[in-house]
């Protein structure tokens, strides 16, 4: 394996089947001031990194044959890391659930850092949330809570509002019923998280999100689906309670 930046605690495996596929990948964690080893999902890649406790892994590409590489990395791993694939959205759909979330080939620059940088954060909470469960009283239901759940926002994550607008769809469909969907953007977030840093703009964010829940029924699902875009499911509604909410978030901004 290839050990790079030992600027960052974070160590991060990059698994892929040849050196010119990680290329991207590589560049940009690196700058990031992560430690890097990046591997080859095989024998020789597992024995590299035998001794590593990776708190993200990101795969380009993701088979059967890379998840059951996967788990022999993190076999004993006390706490889980984020796992990010890079390869189609569709990936998140092929049965996966405990892959963290995907990143397209065409986005890997604008994408890449800030999903590591969630995944890393989502398996520190899970870490705190595993140590602390019992004194806390969460339950295994209340715990599995936390992979629907977007970290910078406390909005469902986009894996959840996927799996649930086509199960929402599906019955609205057999039993005839009205059911709208929403998708939002908030314009120059890039510019925003340029100019305030990471830690600020994230409190904006939270204060969208805020903002956009005080305005939804409870039947009704918000959630952030990617950096910028924010979907809501809307059960019940009809064209015109869709323009309704419109206007209800409008009147917000």
């Not at 991060?12 to 999902?41: F, K, M, N």
């Not at 990010?84 to 996966?96: N, R, S, T």
């Amino acid at each position: 394996g290839m050990q790079l930046s030992q600027t960052n605690h974070f160590e991060v495996v990059i698994a892929t089947p040849t050196d010119r596929e990680a290329e991207s990948a590589r560049a940009i964690l690196a700058a990031a001031g992560y430690q890097l080893h990046v591997v080859a999902p095989d024998l020789a890649g597992l024995t590299a990194v035998s001794g590593v406790k990776p708190s993200a892994i990101v795969t380009v590409g993701l088979d059967e044959g890379m998840k059951g590489w996967i788990l022999n990395v993190v076999d004993g791993h006390p706490t889980p890391p984020g796992i990010i694939a890079i390869g189609p959205a569709e990936l998140l759909k092929a049965g996966y659930s405990w892959l963290y979330d995907v990143v397209t080939p065409t986005t890997i620059a604008s994408a890449l850092h800030h999903r590591v940088a969630l995944a890393l954060r989502f398996a520190d909470m899970v870490r705190l949330t595993s140590e602390r469960s019992e004194k806390l009283g969460l339950s295994r239901t209340q715990i599995s809570m936390l992979s629907m759940v977007d970290v910078v926002t406390g909005l469902f994550n986009r894996r959840y509002f996927e799996k649930h607008l086509a199960e929402s769809f599906a019955t609205a469909k057999r039993y005839e019923r009205p059911l709208s969907c929403l998708i939002v953007r908030i314009e120059n977030l890039a510019e925003l998280q340029a100019s305030l840093g990471s830690e600020r703009s994230n409190d904006v964010l939270d204060t969208v999100a805020e903002a956009f829940a005080s305005v939804i029924r409870r039947a009704d699902t918000a959630a952030r689906i990617d950096d910028a875009l924010f979907g809501f499911l809307l059960p019940e509604t009809s064209q015109k309670g869709a323009d309704r909410l419109v206007e209800r978030l409008n009147s917000r901004f």
